[in-house]
């Protein structure tokens, strides 16, 4: 029997939880190994104390009952009312439902109504927390998956930083990478790439436009991939050109930073310690108000998952855990710039998915 479904279940019997819907994709690929985007179509994963079932569109079928790991595989087509035969076959392996639990945080209104009707109760809580930390220790499958994940996300940094030539546009070095990363049979990256020029950078979270390259300013690369349902995450930034004391220090002092945090993480401290001891050094060196974000996020099926490595986040480490460690220092309208690793924890300390070098790397054309 499936490991994950059989802690499901036992959570669900200990908690008097007669049903569970699922709907988030990759909540369903989690338990499932069934991966798909099923845009306004249902892909469900429905499970009971003792059963469960794995409800797709008639299009998905033969893809689902290939892939997942689900014995029961069930379907609609379009003119169907799915919400029925989701009722049916509930109401096939449990006679009466008191409390159904969904994860909240993926759930819409308008499904939340229908699963009342279709359960004929009202009955609903939220078991978004209670998968988030089954999902947070990771199998070492799931980490041989990343760090693959990982070595593809330095290929596409080194591939953005070839594409580097006086003039070129953000946009066009973004297309460049998603494009070559293509060709090596990546279907999905991980997030819309991300390339900013000079004082672009300093928006954290800037959209890659028509800013054109100059010389002697640096280039904030953020980009991940997918790679058999596990995402990576890395940013370098690089001098194009010479840069400015000033800029050299601050790119040192998030250098520094990233690398304070990553070699301080073991089993047993708290992920706020993380955040606490990176910012430290930014603060320090009186760069403290231009870090404006918390230093990292969990990693796995998708770039961005529990936990939340911010300053007070009592959540305590253990090996398996994967997350970002990401400082960064953003003067508006002139510098931005950060440094990320994502790593996965083991019994002594850390090892990062990625290992493209982090010191100052300046490209001349």
């Known amino acids: 029997m499936n490991k994950k479904r059989m802690q499901l279940q036992d959570y669900m019997a200990s908690e008097q939880i007669d049903v569970v819907y699922l709907d988030n994709p990759n909540t369903v690929a989690y338990f499932t190994n069934f991966e798909s985007n099923p845009h306004e179509r249902i892909v469900a994963y429905i499970v009971t104390q003792s059963d469960d079932f794995l409800f797709v569109p008639s299009l998905e079928k033969e893809e689902a009952r290939e892939q997942s790991n689900v014995e029961n595989v069930y379907t609609y087509r379009d003119e169907e009312n799915p919400w029925g035969i989701i009722s049916e076959k509930t109401f096939e392996r449990i006679e009466e439902i008191n409390l159904v639990c969904t994860d909240e945080a993926s759930l819409t209104v308008a499904r939340y109504h229908q699963l009342q009707e279709a359960f004929n109760t009202t009955n609903f809580e939220d078991i978004g927390p209670f998968i988030d930390q089954m999902r947070v220790v990771k199998t070492q499958d799931e980490i041989d998956k990343m760090i693959i994940a990982g070595e593809l996300a330095d290929e596409a940094l080194q591939i953005g930083m070839d594409s580097l030539v006086e003039g070129i546009t953000e946009q066009e070095v973004a297309a460049i990478i998603d494009m070559e990363m293509k060709k090596r049979g990546v279907s999905e990256m ?168 982090k010191e100052l790397a300046t490209i001349y054309r």
């Open 190 to 357: 991980s997030f819309s790439t991300l390339v900013l020029f000079g004082d672009h950078a300093a928006s954290p979270h800037g959209n890659p436009g028509e800013r054109q390259l100059k010389q002697n300013e640096f280039v904030l690369f953020d980009l991940g991939v997918i790679y058999n349902g596990y995402a990576s995450d890395a940013t370098r930034t690089v001098a194009f050109g010479e840069i400015s004391e000033k800029e050299e220090e601050i790119y040192e002092v998030v250098l520094n930073a990233q690398r304070t945090a990553q070699e301080a993480v073991k089993p047993g401290m708290r992920a706020g310690e993380l955040d606490q001891i990176a910012r430290q050094v930014i603060e320090d060196a009186g760069y403290g108000k231009y870090f404006n974000h918390r230093l990292g996020h969990g990693i796995g099926k998708t770039a961005h998952e529990f936990p939340s490595i911010h300053g007070s986040n009592e959540t305590i480490l253990e090996p398996g855990m994967c997350f970002s460690i990401e400082p960064g220092i953003y003067v508006p309208g002139e510098v931005g710039v950060r440094v990320e690793d994502c790593v996965y924890v083991t019994e002594e300390g850390c090892q990062p998915f990625t290992s493209m070098d």
